[in-house]
């Protein structure tokens, strides 16, 4: 019973993504959207990229491009956007919780 309910929590806590590169188009979902960019970043390096991050939970699949946080690189141009309107890069890092994240992984690590 605990397991199934453990089970459901992470099932709502994922974040859902759009990837897309010049390689691959992307749809997933992830728990931890940080480790995940950096990971779909390092791993599809090519000259045009962008990824879409639903940070509403109740965001249709097929509005994820139009009412989320998105960064997009072109020939080594970054342009980070939320709801449309471009912001800055520490703006994005604030929406996603990714200093929070990193800072709580390497106090477990410790």
């Given at each position: 019973?605990?397991?199934?309910?453990?089970?459901?929590?992470?099932?709502?806590?994922?974040?859902?993504?759009?990837?897309?590169?010049?390689?691959?188009?992307i749809?997933?979902?992830?728990?931890?959207?940080?480790?995940?960019?950096?990971?779909?970043?390092?791993?599809?390096?090519?000259?045009?990229?962008?990824?879409?991050?639903?940070?509403?939970?109740?965001?249709?699949?097929h509005?994820?491009?139009?009412?989320?946080?998105?960064?997009?690189?072109?020939?080594?141009?970054?342009?980070?956007?939320?709801?449309?309107?471009?912001?800055?890069?520490?703006?994005?890092?604030?929406?996603?919780?990714?200093?929070?994240?990193?800072?709580?992984?390497?106090?477990?690590?410790?």
């Amino acid at each position: 019973m605990m397991w199934q309910k453990r089970l459901q929590k992470q099932k709502k806590s994922k974040t859902k993504y759009i990837f897309v590169s010049d390689e691959a188009d992307i749809l997933g979902e992830s728990i931890n959207i940080c480790e995940t960019v950096r990971n779909l970043w390092t791993y599809y390096k090519c000259d045009s990229q962008s990824i879409f991050i639903a940070v509403n939970k109740n965001i249709k699949t097929h509005q994820i491009r139009e009412k989320s946080l998105s960064l997009t690189d072109i020939n080594g141009i970054k342009t980070y956007k939320y709801l449309n309107k471009i912001i800055t890069r520490k703006e994005f890092i604030i929406f996603l919780d990714c200093d929070k994240q990193r800072e709580t992984e390497n106090y477990k690590k410790h």
